[in-house]
T-cell receptor, first 114, second 112 residues
Framework: GENVEQHPSTLSVQEGDSAVIKCTYS??????FPWYKQELGKRPQLIID?????GEKKDQRIAVTLNKTAKHFSLHITETQPEDSAVYFC?????????????FGKGTMLLVSP | EAQVTQNPRYLITVTGKKLTVTCSQN?????MSWYRQDPGLGLRQIYY???????DKGDVPEGYKVSRKEKRNFPLILESPSPNQTSLYFC???????????FGDGTRLSIL
């Protein structure tokens, strides 16, 4: 089945800096890659997603890039703010297990210091 | 308001005592899924359902059962809970298996 590796496990930045979280996946047939943000004690919420026919997608301060050849995708957050502090999860689906199975990375705890 | 509702939110119980965690969505979504979240392991899929009466195993189905008799409900059943099932559980729904998943608020289970 699919295997998703996520790095780093923790990331500390100063307010205003950029943050980058990277994920690699194993199933070359995967073609849907969402990112979720989970604040402490809350449910995961989708912040951005990308499909394999697109190399990059932006939404205000958040962007995701996808390199299908290398089987990795990254989340970029610019001008970080304290409210960006949360755990971020990448995920992949659409591979040989089908779209029914969404495989998550283990998460990155992002801490943005004022 | 569009939402996924899980009950109970918290439960402490003992080994072997059958329990059910309910999940209901009001968005007419076809796809529903259950995950467990453990520290350092992220979210792992337990079971999913593509539609009414259609369910299938995820990555960690052992010790769990589900049913999908109505489109809106997808209960998770632990027939004989054990301490290794102590975890935070999330139900999620989506218009289809393609789409982004909308999560419930979670159920924290402690099995002693």
């Amino acid at each position: 089945g699919e295997n998703v590796e996520q790095h780093p496990s923790t990331l500390s930045v100063q307010e205003g800096d950029s943050a980058v979280i990277k994920c690699t996946y194993s199933d070359s047939a995967s073609n849907y890659f969402p990112w979720y943000k989970q604040e402490l004690g809350k449910r995961p919420q989708l912040i951005i997603d990308i499909r394999s026919n697109v190399g990059e997608k932006k939404d205000q301060r958040i962007a995701v890039t996808l390199n299908k050849t290398a089987k990795h995708f990254s989340l970029h957050i610019t001008e970080t703010q304290p409210e960006d502090s949360a755990v971020y999860f990448c995920a992949a689906s659409g591979g040989n297990s089908g779209y029914s199975t969404l495989t998550f990375g283990k998460g990155t705890m992002l801490l943005v210091s004022p | 308001e569009a939402q996924v509702t899980q009950n109970p939110r918290y439960l402490i119980t003992v080994t072997g005592k059958k329990l059910t965690v309910t999940c209901s969505q009001n968005m007419n979504h076809e796809y529903m899924s259950w995950y467990r979240q453990d520290p350092g392991l992220g979210l792992r899929q337990i079971y999913y359902s593509m539609n009414v009466e259609v369910t299938d195993k995820g990555d960690v189905p052992e010790g769990y059962k589900v049913s999908r008799k109505e489109k809106r409900n997808f209960p998770l059943i632990l027939e004989s809970p054990s301490p290794n099932q102590t975890s935070l559980y999330f139900c999620a729904s989506s218009p289809s298996s393609w789409g982004s998943q909308h999560f419930g608020d979670g159920t924290r289970l402690s099995i002693l």
